[in-house]
């Protein structure tokens, strides 16, 4: 992995220098855009609306529209000046509980690495962190752009988070939430919590699940590198309209029940991991 920003986290009078990393990457399928009759890519020109002329990378600003038309030209020195106190340092604001975050805040990842000399303040807070139970609400800024953060820990590394702020999340403005509440019957309740408990695990097992559609484009891109053709899957169908609801949840609960039984699926490795720490447990 390669480091992408250097700073340090405040932790009351502390100090922790980190070396900051992406933890996750994009494994989309990088697709070009190409000229359909002789595959030649396309490309694009970055040209001014005012002159017509081609405009150089090392010459272009940002801007802010007006609501006339007219622009406010931001050149990366006028950014420069702005105050921005956290733009090598994260600072820990306070400590609360992670159920008390909502995941519809959450944007990215990074891991945390404590540069040197800095390990000692790296594992106590880390260790402090997990003891409490509690994760760390901060601020950092990365590329310009300040944003609310939580510290948290995973697999024995401290994981920074961005969040949104508040006025980023929309407020789920929708027609039915003002309509009358239907109303929903005991049986159909009760049939739904069954189908809820017959799908529900001890355990989340990321390793469970794929990405389907990836892996056919890449069986698609190598049958055309081979020169053969792939059959085309059915198209699935789905029902638009449920006509009976207590018919579809029970059908649903005795699915999910055979999709569960013994010997219809091996379990995983890190399942089974999981299964033989608890049972070795006090």
């Known amino acids: 992995m390669r480091v992408m920003w250097k700073g340090a986290v405040s932790f009351g009078l502390v100090t922790i220098p980190i070396h900051l990393y ?6 989309n399928v990088t697709l070009r855009q190409v000229h359909e009759a002789d595959g030649g890519r396309i490309q694009y020109k970055r040209f001014c609306t005012v002159d017509g002329e081609e405009v150089p990378y090392a010459d272009i600003a940002k801007g802010y529209e007006l609501s006339d038309g007219g622009m406010v030209v931001l050149t990366d020195g006028d950014l420069a000046d702005l105050p921005l106190s956290t733009s090598r340092t994260i600072d820990v604001h306070e400590f609360v509980p992670l159920e008390a975050i909502d995941p519809l805040y959450y944007d990215k990842s990074y891991y945390l690495e404590p540069q040197k000399l ?24 990365i590329r310009q752009r300040e944003a609310l953060a939580v510290i948290r820990v995973v697999s024995d590394v401290m994981v920074l988070t961005t969040m949104l702020w508040p006025d980023e999340v929309r407020d789920p403005e929708f027609p039915f939430l003002e309509q009358e509440t239907p109303e929903v019957r005991s049986q159909e309740m009760a049939m739904a919590a069954s189908l809820i408990d017959s799908l529900s695990d001890t355990v989340f097992e990321p390793d469970k699940y794929h990405d389907s559609y990836r892996e056919a484009l890449t069986k698609l891109i190598e049958a055309k590198i081979a020169g053969d053709e792939l059959a085309k899957p059915k198209a699935a169908t789905a ?44």
Do not use: C, F
């Open 22 to 27: 992406t933890a996750t990457e994009n494994k």
């Open 239 to 282: 029902e638009t309209e449920v006509t009976d609801l207590m018919a579809a949840l029970e059908a649903s609960v005795s699915a999910a029940k055979k999709s569960r039984q013994p010997g219809s699926a091996k379990k995983s490795p890190a399942k089974k991991a999981a299964k033989t720490k608890t049972e070795g447990s006090p």
């Open 118 to 141: 800095a390990v000692k303040p790296y594992v106590l807070l880390r260790d402090a962190l997990q003891k409490s139970g509690q994760v760390a609400i901060a601020k950092v800024a």
